[in-house]
C-alpha cells in the first residue's frame, strides 16, 4: 500500500480570471520546502438538555481554508509570488526584463494552488488563494526561504489532477552570501540579522452562504516591518531613533548583473531600542522597524526583480 511522503508532493498553482473558480490551464509548477494549506470544519458541540447526560450529536461549524507555504527566495519563481502580494509588475527591458512591484494597489490577484499527493493519489486545489503576508529572514548563512501565508475561499479533493502538465521554472537560488543591505544608499553595516514582513492584512468576507465558505479576502491598510539585530559599533541607527526622522532601507540580493531581487522601504522609522549589556561579549541592539508611505516615491515600498522572464 502506498503511503504519503512529503518528496513525492507536488505543488502546482494558476492565478484565476474567477475568484473562487479554478482555469483549466496555465499552471506553473512551484518550487516549495513545505506547505500546511489546508481546510478544516470544525464540529460544534451540542448544548441541548433533556435527553440524560450523553451529548447529542454534533453539528458542522463554518469552513476554514488556509495556511502556509514555505518558497525558495529564486530569480523566477519568486516574481509569481511577488505579484501575489503586490499585484502585477510593470516589465520593461528586451532580453534581460526589469518587474518593477509597488505596494498599495486596490486589488490583488487570486490563485488556485493544487498541493498533489499523487502516490495516493490525493489532489487537492484550493481555489480563491490569496497572499495574506510575505516573510523571510536575511542572515549569514542558511538556506533562504520565505513564507507565503494565505486565506483560500474552499478546498476540493479529487484522485486526479486539475492542473494538467505545470509549466516548470529554471531554478537559481539567491543564498544569504548573495544579501546585502543599504541605508539611504549606503551599505549598513554591523548587521547580525534582519526579519522583513509585507502583509496585505486581508480581510475575510463572512457572508451567509449554504457552503460555509468566505465570499472574499479584501486587502486592508498594508503593512512594512521588521526587526534589524545590529552590533553596536556606532551611532547611525540610535541618532535615526532619538530624532523620529525617516530613511529609506535596500534589502537585496545579487548575482549577477542580470540577475538580482531589490525590496527598497522608502521611509523607515525606528523606535528607541534598550541597550543591554549582557557579559563580556559584543553588544547588540534590536530595532522594529516600521515603513511607511513616502511622498516622494509614491508608495511604501518598490520590489525590483530582474531576469530574463518576459511576464508575470
Known amino acids: 500500500m ?53 451529548p447529542l450529536a454534533p453539528i458542522k461549524d463554518a469552513v476554514t481554508a488556509d495556511g502556509d507555504v514555505v518558497v525558495p527566495i529564486d530569480a523566477e519563481a519568486f516574481g509569481f509570488w511577488l505579484k501575489a502580494a503586490f499585484g502585477a509588475p510593470v516589465t520593461t527591458g528586451t532580453t534581460n526584463k526589469t518587474h518593477t512591484y509597488k505596494s498599495g494597489g ?37 538556506l533562504l526561504t520565505a513564507s507565503a501565508k494565505l486565506i483560500a475561499q474552499g478546498e476540493n479533493v479529487a484522485t486526479t489532477t486539475a492542473a494538467g502538465t505545470p509549466t516548470g521554472w529554471t531554478l537559481q537560488r539567491f543564498g544569504h552570501f548573495n544579501g546585502s543591505i543599504k541605508r539611504n544608499g549606503t551599505a549598513l553595516g554591523n548587521i547580525v540579522s534582519a526579519d ?15 457552503d460555509g465558505r468566505i465570499d472574499g479576502a479584501d486587502p486592508s491598510i498594508a503593512a512594512l516591518t521588521g526587526k534589524m539585530d545590529v552590533r553596536f559599533a556606532d551611532t547611525t541607527l540610535m541618532d535615526q531613533a532619538l530624532n523620529g526622522t525617516a530613511a529609506s532601507l535596500e534589502f537585496a540580493y545579487s548575482i549577477s548583473a542580470k540577475v538580482s531581487l531589490s525590496i527598497t522601504a522608502h521611509a523607515v522609522y525606528l523606535p528607541r531600542p534598550r541597550i543591554e549589556i549582557q557579559g563580556p561579549q559584543g553588544v547588540q ?3 522594529d522597524w516600521q515603513a511607511a508611505y513616502d511622498a516622494t516615491a509614491g508608495q511604501m515600498c518598490t520590489i525590483t526583480l530582474v531576469n530574463d522572464i518576459a511576464t508575470y
Do not use: H, K
Open 196 to 210: 522583513i514582513q509585507y502583509a496585505n492584512n486581508l480581510d475575510r468576507i463572512e457572508t451567509i452562504r449554504s
Open 106 to 142: 486596490w486589488t490583488l490577484p487570486s490563485m488556485a494552488i493544487e498541493v498533489a499527493m499523487p502516490e495516493i493519489p490525493r489532489f487537492a486545489m484550493y481555489t480563491g488563494c490569496v497572499l495574506d503576508q510575505l516573510s523571510w529572514q536575511m542572515q549569514r548563512s542558511g
Open 2 to 54: 502506498a503511503r504519503a511522503q512529503g518528496a513525492r508532493s507536488q505543488l502546482a498553482a494558476a492565478f484565476e480570471t474567477t475568484y473562487g473558480t479554478a482555469p483549466a490551464s496555465g499552471y506553473f509548477r512551484m518550487p516549495f520546502a513545505s506547505a500546511s494549506l489546508g481546510a478544516e470544519q470544525p464540529l460544534l458541540t451540542s448544548e441541548l438538555l433533556g435527553y440524560g447526560r450523553d
Open 285 to 287: 541592539a534590536s530595532f
